[in-house]
């Protein structure tokens, strides 16, 4: 059974940093894209970035240049480094994965097959 586990969130100080982590199991994540997104409190989903499973990385306007995503398939495991947190970005944050590209339609979530539970980030003083 295919599964993600993210992990790694935490309450954070503006300007902090945190390395979020997503664990795959059941399936080789090597051959799928993998997509970070972040639902805020009161607010819709939005995608984040999304990896190809060659590595390139596509990014929302919101965060590029301050996350960066990466994966490691030895490991069967993505990770997205978030660096100058502030409080809009406090939220429940998921990864998904299960499709091979990350199309245009990949900040909409709806391709993917695949969910973790998610892992809460707080930006906070």
């Known amino acids: 059974q295919a599964q993600l586990v993210e992990s790694g969130g935490d309450l954070v100080q503006p300007g902090g940093s945190l390395r979020l982590s997503c664990a795959a199991s059941?399936?080789?994540?090597?051959?799928?894209?993998i997509a970070w997104f972040r639902q805020a409190p009161g607010k819709q989903r939005e995608g984040l970035s999304c990896i190809t499973a060659d590595g390139r990385p596509y990014y929302d306007h919101s965060v590029k240049g301050r996350f960066t995503a990466s994966r490691d398939n030895a490991k069967n495991t993505g990770y997205l480094q978030m660096n100058s947190l502030n409080p809009e970005d406090t939220g429940v944050y998921y990864c998904?994965?299960?499709?091979?590209?990350?199309?245009?339609?990949?900040?909409?979530?709806?391709?993917?097959?695949?969910w973790g539970q998610g892992t809460q980030v707080t930006v906070s003083s």
């Open positions: 998904a994965s299960n499709i091979p590209r990350c199309d245009t339609t990949w900040p909409t979530g709806a391709d993917f097959g695949s």
């Open positions: 059941g399936f080789a994540l090597e051959s799928y894209a």
